[in-house]
């Protein structure tokens, strides 16, 4: 995340392109670093074919070969695709309803993809990943190292899509992406090859299209929007130009900056738009079903309706640092411990068994709550989480905001992917 420029008065954005932040946790750059890192993986599953054909740059690599799975269910039974992948985060896990598969990386072990099915957890592919979504029975992900050497013929942000049945993974988008989110239809990308920087750091992408129709992409004009969609729209932003002597006094630099004003639903085409918010812009959101769910100014939790443009404020006991989940059963989570019950509109503190864990990023397969956790100085690694709950032990607070909150009602502790109470 570019701190220097995250204030609150200020969201701004670059000119002709949406601003995407980094993750703010350290897990690697998202740029190929094979000249300044000759270090080879040795254990990548095999290669099967990357030779040139009539589809640019093919690779294919055999992974786990599950010829037995059976399919349960479709595409719209997963709720949270959207919930669990947010612009600011590197979308670890992710769950398959089709085969009842939960995907996740093994972060802060050996970065490879893994997957719990039937209870037991397996690697399915040795390619270290980010960004994970479940399409149609197939698992789309982009290549990333983390930072722990190169990988021959490949670079990171490359985009893979990954077959449970025949095992095969094929390289589909030869590109150096920054961040994706794959729909029905097909695949939006922003593009790290196509970067440019103000000068005041500022970085932005080119954004492109990869439909699963024709198998090619094309690049979107649209200015302002991000990759998140919804129906025809996409999330976009009412932006203004900034004065140039505000842009002088807060940054001592001249040069052309606008300011995002509010939060809309926009077409591509830009011939359509929903206005969703009034002065209140995040950095830090998700659509799922017809919700958009965001923090606003670390201070509030909102559930927008889509389809009413309603809007939902929830002030938080506690501010939130960066991410949120919400569960099937509509329990929301935030990193900063806060979990909100939205029935009763209780928040409750939850403590942690280990004080020097320290949540950055939350997950859920809809049904049980996962983060990636990090300890003071050390790389992160992706758990589970175990909430206890212990109601006769519960306090009732209220803080100087007028906010009533409970604490010693719940207590947490995490274990490793796929290992059992």
Not at 378 to 402: C, F, H, M, Q, S
Request: proline residues 3%.
């Amino acid at each position: 995340m570019i701190k220097t420029f995250k204030i609150r008065i200020f969201s701004i954005i670059c000119l002709s392109i949406f601003l995407s932040a980094c993750s703010s946790f350290n897990v690697g750059d998202t740029k190929d670093n094979s000249d300044d890192n000759p270090k080879i993986f040795k254990n990548v599953s095999k290669i099967i074919d990357n030779s040139n054909n009539s589809e640019s740059d093919t690779y294919l690599i055999q992974g786990l070969k599950d010829e037995n799975l059976v399919v349960k269910g479709k595409n719209d039974d997963y709720i949270n695709l959207s919930i669990n992948i947010k612009e600011e985060n590197y979308g670890l896990l992710c769950n398959d309803p089709v085969y009842n598969i939960l995907y996740y990386v093994n972060l802060g072990v050996d970065n490879f993809i893994y997957r719990i099915k039937d209870g037991k957890s397996e690697l399915v592919l040795e390619l270290p990943a980010k960004r994970l979504f479940c399409m149609d029975g197939k698992l789309y992900f982009m290549l990333e190292t983390y930072d722990t050497g190169t990988i021959n013929g490949m670079v990171n942000g490359n985009i893979f899509c990954y077959d449970p049945v025949s095992g095969v993974a094929k390289k589909i988008i030869d590109v150096n992406a920054y961040k994706m989110f794959v729909y029905q239809d097909g695949i939006y990308y922003l593009d790290a090859n196509t970067e440019t920087k103000s000068s005041n750091g500022i970085t932005s992408w080119n954004m492109y299209y990869y439909s699963f129709l024709t198998k090619n992409s094309e690049k979107i004009n649209a200015k302002y929007i991000s990759l998140l969609k919804w129906k025809d729209y996409h999330l976009a932003f009412e932006v203004r130009e900034v004065d140039e002597e505000e842009v002088y006094q807060l940054y001592g630099i001249r040069e052309k900056l606008y300011q995002a004003t509010s939060m809309k639903l926009e077409t591509l085409d830009q011939s359509k738009s929903i206005k969703l918010t009034d002065a209140q812009v995040s950095s830090n959101y998700s659509i799922a079903g017809d919700k958009l769910y965001y923090v606003y100014d670390n201070k509030s939790f909102n559930i927008c309706d889509l389809e009413t443009q309603e809007i939902k404020e929830i002030p938080l006991a506690k501010e939130c640092y960066k991410d949120f989940i919400v569960l099937n059963n509509g329990m929301i989570y935030l990193d900063s411990l806060i979990c909100i019950n939205p029935e009763t509109g209780m928040q409750s503190i939850i403590t942690p068994e280990n004080e020097a864990e320290v949540l950055y990023e939350l997950y859920t397969d809809g049904e049980n709550l996962y983060g990636v956790v990090n300890p003071p100085y050390a790389k992160g690694y992706i758990r589970r989480i175990v909430i206890e709950e212990d109601p006769d032990n519960a306090r009732i607070l209220t803080n100087e905001d007028g906010i009533t909150y409970e604490i010693n009602r719940y207590v947490y502790h995490t274990l490793p992917m796929g290992e059992k109470e």
